[in-house]
């Protein structure tokens, strides 16, 4: 028993070692650093989002959704999910950009987790940060 | 004269809105007396067609303008003329223009037309005014005199210097939201221009000018908004009764700064948001506005439309024409001394779909 | 057996504002200034059925409005007294209860007012007025003794407004639900689809767009969003003549023309649709969506009834609202309709889906009142 003790005491002093010369560390601590970092590339997703936002996703007939969003405008992700009668259920934010893609962008939707359609998400939600959540408002 | 009538016309138009109806068979019930210096004209704006490739446009905005066009040779009586308040195009093309062009030759009437952006930055207005002719001109109409001003010039070294080609420069002006925009204007050479029309004009006359630009500064994000306003509201402020009617916005807008009321035209291609529902900056969306009903995607005319006005008081009464709504009635006040919607503009007559977030 | 108990839910709620209905629709709405009841309803199918409310003696509501065929007459317009016809496809009364307006153009507000116009157009009952009506029911014995029992009123006081409470609260029984589509969306049954039907329902919510106006919702279905849309129909018939028809139309309305009559005698002004109501330019060749449940029964289609199987109306739309995609499209064409680039299995499937929306015993709904409602 004193042995297992002291073992704990010292990986307890290793641990606190390591934190503090910011060597490699627990998964529940993170730096200035980090959350910087972190923020960019949020960021670099929310670029890319806006860029397809504004003609760079695939559309068929050229139409873009910055040309009734600009800025996001009046997209509203703070509401989602609520109903949507254009499908006939409660639905999700991706749900309804897809609906977008297919109907004024008359193109093929995008898969649920594909890459852009995080990227769209990103940057709709960016746009409208600070803003209270209220999920099913019309 | 028509004070008289006009609330007549207002109180029969406002019975038959709230029926959810179209004062078109009682328009005739506007005009006074003197019927001869009475008059109605139509006004669309913003078709925004989009050449896709070969013969193809996008459907969804080509429905639009003809839609306009099939609706507006209905109205009864007859408009005088109908304005046409820019952006027949989206990138400039001149396959863009002559297609909406054709459509829009489907009017039984004269029309106006006021250059928009969209048909400017491609190839500097050229193709507009080789079919259309001049983009800045004044007429006078059974009293009124009309001006039309070429509102979205910008400053030279963005027009001229700052892009590699037309349709770079097209494009950039295009997007709505575009950090890298630059602000619209009349100009000094079209704002001396207006000084010496206008000089030319009693100040008791009702004059009305059309722009494609708000002549007054809503929000500079998106261009809502034209740099020399207030020089151009300037040079309008002795006249007793004046209006200006602009596009640009695709949503139901109306101020009164001083002597001048503003109005708005909605778009037969799509809506707007209202600036006010971009919450990381400021606007100016004014405060008299009740705004148009939020759209339902599906219905690609909703919140849409256009407009017919009539000029009996001298002052300007906007009949909105809106597919999927409601149609509705902006119309000068003489007690509240500007425009008024004639049944949604006390807060407790509003409703949910004007609610903008 | 389940439409049974559906119409047991259906007596059972007669004394609240609203009664209990089967799978897949909400309570039918009843009004505060006509309650149902047994007595009222079971007047309301002999007046219903009765032919002596026409000029010629043999056309009633149920001439155009057949039990055995849905409520409808499977004609492509109906026929009214000595063979008339008009210009309008008969809907069904099934579902009527849960209409925000009446008629093709929505021209009367409520199942009350709707009933008071047939019999007195001149191609469908034909009489001149409702007096002849009036006197046939003061003169009826069992009539007087049910007026009295249900309206507290002597044969002299029964009025037309009587009449058509008693008409609309049987109409109101009238609903049918629980379709296969209903046991599979809100039932919970996964076997009461089949593969084709299934692919259909995955048509009609997306590609097809139909949803938008024929509504499914979470917790109910009407297949209806009761507003009024140009989608093409009849636009042939008066393309090109737009103008004179509306300015004619309107210049005989302001000289006091009957819209009841003027659309149904007047091809051209039927066309104009929802704008001969209201005089709104944006209604021109708008007519109200109808529920498509029961549609595999209720054929011909559309409000001239020109389209004659679904396979026709399905064709219809994916041409963006033309029989032909050579056709001309209308220029007050609806915002909502434009080709829909469907395969021929994707056309058939939503074919299949639109047959799972019949309700049993639909045959069994239309017995006639007192055996329902005993």
């Known amino acids: 028993m004193p042995y297992k003790n002291s073992l704990k005491i010292i990986s307890r002093m290793v641990l606190a070692a390591c934190v503090g010369t910011s060597m490699p560390v627990l998964s529940d601590k993170f730096s200035q650093e980090d959350l910087d970092r972190w923020q960019q590339e949020f960021q670099s997703v929310v670029e890319r989002g806006e860029n397809l936002f504004h003609g760079g996703l695939q559309s068929r007939n050229t139409v873009s959704c910055d040309q009734c969003h600009p800025n996001g405008a009046n997209t509203h992700p703070e509401t989602y999910p609520k109903f949507q009668q254009q499908l006939g259920r409660v639905a999700a934010l991706r749900d309804m950009i897809n609906w977008c893609i297919q109907n004024p962008l008359e193109s093929d939707p995008l898969g649920l987790d594909d890459p852009d359609m995080i990227a769209l998400e990103a940057y709709i939600t960016q746009e409208r940060r600070g803003v209270e959540l209220t999920p099913g408002r019309h | 004269m028509s004070n008289y009538n006009r609330r007549r016309f207002l109180k029969a138009g406002g019975a038959l809105l709230a029926a959810g109806t179209l004062p078109i068979s009682l328009v005739e019930l506007a005009f006074g007396k003197d019927r001869k210096q009475n008059f109605t004209f139509a006004y669309v704006s913003d078709s925004h067609i989009t050449h896709v490739r070969g013969k193809q446009f996008v459907r969804n905005w080509d429905r639009g303008l003809i839609r306009a066009v099939a609706e507006t040779n209905l109205l009864d009586p007859k408009p005088d003329f109908i304005f046409y308040g820019g952006d027949i195009a989206q990138l400039g093309k001149p396959e863009e223009i002559d297609h909406g062009l054709e459509i829009l030759s489907g009017l039984h009437g004269d029309v106006h037309y006021v250059m928009g952006e969209h048909d400017y930055y491609l190839d500097l207005g050229e193709h507009w005014r080789k079919r259309l002719g001049p983009d800045h001109y004044s007429f006078n109409h059974k009293g009124v005199h009309f001006v039309v001003l070429n509102s979205i010039l910008t400053f030279d070294d963005w027009m001229y210097d700052k892009w590699s080609s037309g349709e770079e420069r097209m494009g950039q002006m295009a997007r709505l939201d575009n950090p890298q925009g630059s602000p619209f204007m009349v100009g000094e050479q079209q704002r001396a221009w207006l000084k010496k029309d206008l000089d030319a004009v009693s100040k008791d006359t009702p004059v009305v000018v059309f722009s494609h630009s708000p002549l007054q500064k809503i929000y500079q994000g998106w261009n809502f908004w034209t740099d020399d306003a207030e020089q151009v509201q300037a040079l309008l402020k002795p006249f007793d009764k004046v209006t200006v009617l602009y596009g640009h916005v695709h949503q139901i807008q109306y101020n009164q700064i001083d002597n001048i009321s503003f109005h708005a035209a909605m778009a037969t291609a799509w809506p707007w948001p209202y600036p006010s529902s971009y919450r990381q900056q400021a606007a100016h969306v004014p405060k008299l506005t009740v705004d148009m009903n939020r759209a339902d995607p599906f219905f690609e005319r909703d919140a849409t439309g256009w407009q017919f006005i009539n000029l009996d008081t001298g002052n300007v009464d906007v009949s909105y024409v809106l597919p999927d709504n409601s149609n509705r009635v902006v119309a000068w006040s003489d007690a509240a001394g500007h425009p008024v919607d004639t049944r949604y503009q006390a807060e407790a007559d509003r409703i949910p779909p004007q609610t903008h977030y | ?374």
């Open chain 3, 1 to 374: 057996m389940i439409r049974k108990l559906s119409l047991v839910c259906v007596l059972a709620g007669f004394t609240t504002g609203a009664i209990a209905a089967p799978l897949g629709l909400p309570p039918v709405p009843i009004p505060a200034d006509n309650p149902q009841s047994a007595e009222k309803i079971s007047l309301g199918d002999r007046l219903f059925n009765d032919t002596r409310f026409s000029a010629d003696g043999k056309v009633s509501c149920a001439t155009c409005h057949d039990p055995d065929k849905a409520f409808t007459d499977n004609l492509q317009v109906s026929k009214g007294f000595r063979g008339q016809t008009g210009t309008r496809n008969a809907p069904t009364v099934i579902n009527s209860a849960y209409m925000k307006t009446t008629f093709w153009d929505g021209r009367e507000p409520d199942l009350e007012g709707q009933s008071k116009q047939p019999p007195i157009n001149p191609v469908e009952g034909g009489l001149p007025d409702h007096a002849p009506i009036l006197a046939v029911i003061r003169k009826d014995p069992g009539y007087v003794q049910s007026f009295q029992a249900v309206f507290s009123v002597p044969a002299s006081g029964i009025t037309m407004d009587h009449v058509a409470k008693a008409i609309a609260s049987f109409e109101r029984t009238i609903v049918a639900g629980d379709s296969p589509f209903d046991r599979y969306y809100y039932g919970g049954d996964t076997t009461a689809l089949s593969e084709a039907e299934l692919r259909g329902l995955q048509v009609f919510v997306g590609q097809g767009r139909c949803v938008s106006c024929h509504r499914i919702e979470q917790t109910q279905a009407l297949f209806t969003d009761n507003r009024f849309h140009n989608i093409g129909v009849g636009f042939g018939k008066i393309r090109g003549k737009e103008q004179e028809t509306a300015a004619q139309f309107l210049q005989s309305k302001r000289e006091g023309a009957n819209v009841d009559i003027a659309v149904l005698t007047r091809e051209n002004v039927s066309e104009l649709g929802r704008f001969a109501v209201t005089d709104n330019v944006t209604e021109v060749g708008a007519f109200k969506t109808p529920t498509l449940r029961n549609i595999d029964k209720t054929a011909p289609y559309m409000h001239d009834g020109s389209l004659g199987t679904l396979e026709d109306v399905v064709d219809f739309y994916n041409n963006g609202g033309r029989v032909k995609d050579s056709d001309p499209v209308s220029g007050f064409l609806s915002g909502g309709i434009r080709p829909l680039d469907l395969t021929a299995e994707q056309k058939s499937d939503l074919v299949a889906f639109m047959q799972a929306l019949t309700s049993p015993g639909l045959d069994q709904l239309a017995r006639t009142g007192e055996s329902n409602h005993e």
